[in-house]
């Protein structure tokens, strides 16, 4: 078997196979747990991004008790790993808040109350909720979790390592090609064969088109804040759109997170992290220094739920991606589904999460109709003008995009001085990218595919850096002699 990904959800998956008598390779792109898993805020919870009376309209009413299991059990399964294998990361049992603070919002906490306590969670709705902000009508839902996600992901990786897993990094996967023995084909030409693949790379990179049609990319942003003396344990989102998210450590910080958006499709993210702390500050005025920042990717499926399951159409390739603001249950699902599905097993939540499903409801559709108006909208910027005519003005450790003829460049000048230009051609599927200057990157607004400042892949679904502008030009002029040539 192999699994690419070295997030939690590729060491989970192969940590399940492993178990089960498989023999495993993981390929990861920059080092185990240098991509999402390592930029979660760890929140354990079947309370999820998209509300379950919404997922009871896309999905049918029967789908929504399989929904809550597949998550409570989830955080079960990470609790019962961290157990047996003696992994210290400061799991803890808490209770979660979803809190309202507007009338309308109130309206919709009681429709999910009824909803969701009638398909198992047993929640509760309270008026006067436990919260710091000191906020009023919030759904309970008791017997949550939190733990710290790098310490449980490094003890999983240590036990991997113990049963005789392969762990290759750095290592770029180019290629997966379906069939009865699997390639796994990397940058340096080197093959992996495999009877099976499990593709756990956030975004996969063995798909261009069918699966990145139905997820949006969102950067979602993060600030922990010291907080003395505070005893605090428990986890509280609000309702607000962007929403927000709230919970502390053990080694007492307050983490808050939220104010997403859509990848490359924000002028100024540093305002992102200002709002963040104006938001802490009126709610939570015990909250002290900010200690650390940072952001993170999630992916939103269009109807609400992940895609865990065969790759469409390749019946050997199997894939986990959409997790929304959940990459830590649905992780655990993951490894459960995907090991039951390998094993040629029936799996309860198999199909709810089946990849290859199609919009079911008019609000779905609605979602995916808008997402590709969106995307279309994004190639518009081949029409557009540059940043700026000239890199003259470009301060050092900026980037900007500028215009040559018909080609657009992405020209970063790095702290010496130095120009670096590149094809501003997202490798994917062709995206215009653009500069973030709070995160020195190059985001395509497409398909969300991220590059550090020089042109590296950071995230999927582009499967390679960005050319480097000679490289490109270089193709370009050998392009028409091999058409003549033909």
């Not at 992994?87 to 808040?97: N, P, Q, T």
């Not at 939220?258 to 500050?281: K, S, Y």
């Not at 939103?300 to 199997?318: H, K, M, R």
């Amino acid at each position: 078997m192999c699994v690419v990904g070295a997030g939690l959800a590729g060491l989970l998956t192969a940590l399940e196979l492993i178990e089960r008598g498989y023999s495993v390779v993981v390929l990861e792109r920059d080092r185990p747990l240098a991509g999402e898993s390592g930029k979660t805020t760890a929140h354990l919870t079947a309370v999820l991004d998209t509300r379950y009376f919404e997922l009871a309209r896309m999905h049918g009413e029967a789908a929504v008790p399989r929904i809550i299991d597949s998550h409570r059990r989830a955080i079960t399964h990470l609790e019962r790993v961290a157990n047996l294998h003696d992994i210290d990361c400061d799991f803890e049992r808490v209770s979660a808040f979803l809190a309202a603070e507007t009338e309308e919002q109130a309206r919709q906490l009681e429709r999910e109350h009824a909803v969701s306590h009638a398909a198992g969670l047993g929640c509760q709705l309270l008026r006067n909720a436990p919260l710091p902000s000191g906020a009023g009508v919030a759904l309970h839902v008791p017997d949550q979790a939190k733990f710290d996600p790098a310490k449980f992901a490094q003890g999983v990786l240590r036990r991997l390592q113990a049963l005789g897993c392969v762990v290759v990094s750095p290592v770029l996967v180019e290629k997966v090609e379906p069939g009865d023995l699997c390639r796994v084909t990397t940058n340096g030409g080197d093959v992996v064969e495999a009877r099976n693949v499990v593709v756990a790379s956030n975004s996969p990179i063995n798909d261009t088109f069918k699966m990145h049609t139905k997820q949006t990319a969102y950067r979602t942003y993060a600030l922990s804040f010291e907080i003395p003396g505070v005893q605090w344990h428990d986890l509280y989102w609000d309702m607000e759109d962007p929403y927000h998210y709230v919970r502390t450590t053990a080694d007492g910080l307050l983490i808050v997170g939220g104010e997403d958006h859509e990848v490359g499709q924000e002028d100024d993210p540093q305002q992102r992290w200002t709002r963040l702390e104006d938001w802490t500050r009126e709610r939570i005025p015990v909250a002290g220094n900010v200690a650390h920042r940072w952001s993170g990717q999630v992916l939103e499926p269009v109807d609400g739920l992940a895609y865990i399951g065969q790759n469409p159409g390749d019946s050997q390739v199997y894939i986990a991606t959409g997790f929304s603001g959940n990459g830590m249950t649905y992780s655990a699902i993951t490894a459960l589904v995907l090991a039951d599905r390998i094993a040629g097993l029936e799996n309860p939540w198999a199909e709810i999460f089946e990849p290859s499903r199609k919009p079911k409801s008019v609000s779905a559709l609605a979602s995916y109709v808008s997402g590709q108006a969106n995307v279309a909208a994004q190639y518009l910027d081949w029409l557009r003008p540059g940043d700026a005519a000239s890199t003259e003005t470009l301060p050092a450790g900026e980037g900007m995009i500028l215009r040559r003829g018909l080609k657009k460049l992405a020209v970063y000048r790095d702290p010496a001085g130095a120009l670096h230009e590149l094809s501003a051609t997202c490798p994917h599927l062709g995206g215009v990218v653009s500069w973030n200057r709070a995160e020195k990157t190059w985001d395509c607004p497409c398909h969300g595919s991220r590059f550090d400042c020089y042109g590296k892949v950071l995230n999927g679904p582009a499967a390679s850096n960005l050319s480097s502008a000679a490289s490109a030009e270089a193709r370009e002029e050998r392009a028409p002699k091999q058409r003549r040539a033909q």
